[in-house]
T-cell receptor, first 111, second 113 residues
Framework: DAKTTQPTSMDCAEGRAANLPCNHS???????VYWYRQIHSQGPQYIIH???NNETNEMASLIITEDRKSSTLILPHATLRDTAVYYC????????????FGTGTRLQVFP | DVKVTQSSRYLVKRTGEKVFLECVQD?????MFWYRQDPGLGLRLIYF???????EKGDIPEGYSVSREKKERFSLILESASTNQTSMYLC????????????FGDGTRLSIL
């Protein structure tokens, strides 16, 4: 019952920008968009989150469309260590604060 | 940086044993969570806690219990381990407030033989 849709996999050349799209057409007005990534055999790593404005931190940028129905995570200069599964999440349960992870996008960065 | 530390990366136990998984966070977070992650099923919430000595059931609490005696520590207990509890267990913590991100530990891969 994830509220997001992401491509199954993407490739990116090392040093280039990786742009990972996410659709969340049923997002509610007070729901944030979160991005996490999970490298094999490790726990999910928080990347960035936002409500409606674009956000940037030391790891990535988050671009949210004006209607908030989709967003894009941008890794400006991908490295081999960015190879991971990237999850776009819309928090759906404020009673438990649980995160619902979908299947994510498997990003492969190649030399 | 937020640090969530889980006591073991890999653990092997036998059916019927009582198993303790420990989680400690160093960011003074009020909220703590236990999830399990299984292929094809994603992350499922087992228990969570918003304060010391407080606990709430998540989606799959059966066969588990938790303890939160100190703010920084949240323990998951498998009362009598069974093979269907073989999984990756993930602990997370966050500040209060509906938009605060959860930060995860590296997980404990538990095998029940």
């Amino acid at each position: 019952d994830a509220k997001t849709t992401q491509p199954t996999s993407m490739d990116c050349a090392e040093g280039r920008a990786a742009n990972l799209p996410c659709n969340h057409s049923t997002i509610s007005g007070n729901e944030y968009v979160y991005w996490y990534r999970q490298i094999h055999s490790q726990g999910p790593q928080y990347i960035i989150h936002g409500l409606k404005n674009n956000e940037t931190n030391e790891m990535a940028s988050l671009i949210i469309t004006e209607d908030r129905k989709s967003s894009t995570l941008i890794l400006p200069h991908a490295t081999l260590r960015d190879t991971a599964v990237y999850y776009c999440i819309v928090r759906v349960d404020y009673n438990t604060d649980k995160l619902i992870f979908g299947t994510g996008t498997r990003l492969q960065v190649f030399p | 940086d937020v640090k969530v530390t889980q006591s073991s990366r890999y653990l092997v136990k036998r059916t019927g044993e009582k198993v303790f998984l420990e989680c400690v966070q160093d960011m003074d977070h009020e909220n703590m969570f236990w999830y399990r992650q299984d292929p094809g099923l994603g992350l499922r919430l087992i228990y969570f806690s918003y304060d010391v000595k407080m606990k709430e059931k998540g989606d799959i609490p059966e066969g588990y219990s938790v303890s939160r005696e100190k703010k920084e520590r949240f323990s998951l207990i498998l009362e009598s381990a069974s093979t269907n509890q073989t999984s990756m267990y993930l602990c997370a913590s966050s500040s209060p407030g509906g938009n605060q991100p959860q930060h995860f530990g590296d997980g404990t891969r538990l095998s029940i033989l």
